[in-house]
């Protein structure tokens, strides 16, 4: 778990399958609303540890290129 006091960032990679990947760059530049495919998982990963673990997940903002899109728009037409 992370230590929220620390300020020294640390990573870790993952892997996911590459159909799951292009699936994922498919979404990103229909919508142009995450700046890259590192930034669209960790938002879902957010998403999912927040619903499996509410109020333990800190909110974190969502990063966009395209500030005048809104996060509604994008679920609109999904």
């Known amino acids: 778990m992370r230590d929220s006091r620390s300020k020294r960032v ?15 760059q498919k979404v990103i530049d229909e919508y142009g609303y995450w700046p890259s495919m590192g930034a669209f998982i960790r938002e879902a990963a957010l998403e999912k540890l927040r619903r499996e673990l509410p109020g333990k997940v800190v909110p974190e903002p969502i990063l966009t290129l395209n500030p005048e899109k809104k996060k509604d728009e994008i679920e609109k037409r999904a």
Request: charged content about 35%; glycine content about 6%; aromatic content about 6%.
């Open 10 to 24: 640390e990573w870790k990679t993952v892997s996911i399958p590459k159909g799951l990947a292009d699936d994922i």
